[in-house]
Nanobody, 129 residues
């Protein structure tokens, strides 16, 4: 059974930083997979913020977070991270980790993070002064 567990959310002031983690189990991440982060705030549509294609390690970011967020993976293992810097109030949302096989990040981002096979329960990020 595939499980994705996110952690690292919390309350941070505008301009601050957080590092989210996602631990995947029940699946061995390999070249067939894409793994990404999407977020959803109350009353807003889901937004894909970053995605990593494991077949070539290419990483995609939404325009809203480009230059501020960095996605990484732990040496080919089953954990990924999202380093979030210069946080803004509008970054506040529940952040979800998701994994899909046979999908491409460019498509996933264009579809708002839909199209993946699995997702975690999310971790809440609140950005407030």
């Amino acid at each position: 059974q595939v499980q994705l567990v996110e952690s690292g959310g919390g309350l941070v002031h505008p301009g601050g930083s957080l590092r989210l983690s996602c631990a995947a189990s029940g699946v061995t991440l390999d070249y067939r997979h894409a793994i990404g982060w999407f977020r959803q705030a109350p009353g807003k549509e889901r937004e894909a913020v970053s995605c990593l294609n494991l077949h070539d390690d290419s990483t995609y970011y939404s325009d809203s977070v480009k230059g501020r967020f960095t996605m990484s993976r732990d040496n080919g293992g089953n954990a990924v991270y999202l380093q979030m810097n210069s946080l803004k109030t509008e970054d506040g949302a529940i952040y979800y980790c998701s994994v899909g096989a046979g999908v491409h990040c460019a498509v996933v981002l264009s579809q708002g993070g839909y199209g993946m096979d699995y997702r975690g329960k999310g971790t809440l990020v609140t950005v407030s002064s």
